[in-house]
């Protein structure tokens, strides 16, 4: 979405080639250094994010046709990874993170200020078209913003998972005892926790990993799987697993399942959705595209697409019939395609700068350096 991980200045490439000696001097002249050289930004991550944003899109635009069986199967395949594939992405760029001024001002700037805005427009949204009660909590995110909260809160916890020695493992261990304990809806806690293995397994993620996922080898097999995936969601997964599993926000005592079968339940969903990430990469095509430059304006996608699909609910748009057919779920979904396509152009990108990339910079006095004693 961006994606919060659409902000990052560089990203990660193959070691740059030996720079010539062209910087040599004479013994008499003081040495000059080299420039370093500027890493090219690797159009992979770039198509990963747009053809994620466009599974995101086209998931909540069927939501309401989940009646007809192919479209409920769909919703909780999509569900089961899509949403893990952004953070793993987003948890990979985010390994340099620090506390530093700069990096400090992008997390307000690129997170904190889009949450609130966006926190107060779909609260508003809802008040005005929706005809609930007008309500605004920062705390208690409505709708879409429950990521930027999260993302937030994994961002800040980067330096903490990079000095521990086994971060997955003890990530994994917090996401299953998160699920024995009716944590508060404040912050987002359930999803916080329970999604945050996948934000650290992307911080433990190297190049040479995303590499072995672009060999024709891998792509086979991850078509595959992917296939598999469907059919399994489809005739066993779609009977017997309701949705609420893959939205990571309820304890197992409000999915009625004792922790045993919950923890159970939960390892399992990780498991499949780490293996369906992984088939979902192999699928991106690792050269330039025409949708490429997409990839780096998903969050307008994300925040703004969440405006048309709730004024569908609040009309009733959803209840013409044809919708409710497996067409009208396919129609459906392919202009939830085309709506994630146009959310990501330049065009909507520079007239929604000011929410989602706002110019900060009146807002923070000047960078300080530490005193030499």
């Given at each position: 979405?961006t ?14 080639p ?27 991550f ?30 909780l ?8 594939v ?5 948890g990979?760029?985010?390994r340099?993170?620090t ?5 400090a001002?992008k997390?307000?700037?690129?997170l904190g200020?889009?949450?609130?805005v ?11 078209v929706?005809?609930?009660a007008?309500?605004i909590s ?8 429950w990521?930027?909260?999260?993302l937030?809160l994994w961002?800040?916890s ?23 304990s ?6 987002e806690m359930h999803?916080?926790?329970g ?27 991850g ?15 779609d009977?017997?697993m ?17 922790n ?12 499949a959705?780490t ?8 699928m991106?095509p690792a ?38 057919t497996?067409?009208g ?9 085309v ?24 807002a923070f006095v ?8």
């Amino acid at each position: 979405m961006t994606s919060p991980t659409a902000n990052y200045a560089h990203y990660p490439s193959s070691s740059p080639p030996t720079i010539p000696d062209l910087y040599a001097v004479s013994p008499a002249l003081p040495a000059v250094p080299a420039p370093r050289a500027r890493r090219r930004r690797d159009p992979f991550f770039d198509n990963a994010k747009f053809l994620a944003i466009v599974l995101v899109v086209m998931g909540h635009s069927i939501v309401n046709l989940r009646d007809v069986r192919f479209a409920h199967a769909l919703y909780l395949f999509v569900y089961t990874f899509h949403m893990p594939v952004f953070i793993v992405i987003t948890g990979y760029f985010s390994r340099n993170f620090t506390f530093s001024g700069g990096k400090a001002r992008k997390l307000i700037t690129n997170l904190g200020v889009p949450y609130i805005v966006f926190e107060t427009a779909y609260s508003t949204y809802h008040w005005a078209v929706g005809h609930s009660a007008f309500q605004i909590s920062l705390l208690d995110p409505y709708y879409l913003t429950w990521f930027l909260m999260a993302l937030f809160l994994w961002r800040l916890s980067t330096p903490v998972w990079q000095q521990i020695r086994w971060p997955v493992l003890v990530a994994l261990i917090i996401s299953l005892l998160s699920g024995m304990s009716d944590l508060p809806d404040e912050l987002e806690m359930h999803r916080t926790f329970g999604l945050v293995p996948f934000y650290v397994l992307g911080l433990m993620l190297k190049q040479e990993h995303f590499d072995l996922l672009k060999q024709t080898k891998a792509r086979v097999l991850g078509a595959l799987t992917l296939l598999f995936g469907f059919v399994f969601t489809f005739l066993v997964a779609d009977r017997h697993m309701t949705t609420e599993w893959v939205y990571w926000r309820s304890p197992n005592a409000h999915m009625h399942v004792n922790n045993l079968t919950g923890t159970g339940m939960r390892l399992g969903l990780m498991i499949a959705a780490t293996i369906l990430v992984a088939a979902f990469l192999t699928m991106v095509p690792a050269k330039q595209t025409w949708f490429t430059g997409l990839g780096g304006a998903t969050l307008y996608a994300y925040l703004l697409h969440g405006f048309l699909t709730k004024l569908m609910e609040y009309m009733g748009w959803y209840d013409v019939s044809f919708l409710h057919t497996i067409p009208g779920v396919l129609v459906t979904a392919a202009t939830g395609a085309v709506v994630a396509t146009l959310l990501c152009t330049p065009p909507v990108r520079k007239v929604m700068h000011w929410a989602l990339e706002p110019d900060m910079s009146w807002a923070f006095v000047p960078l300080r350096r530490p005193r030499r004693a």
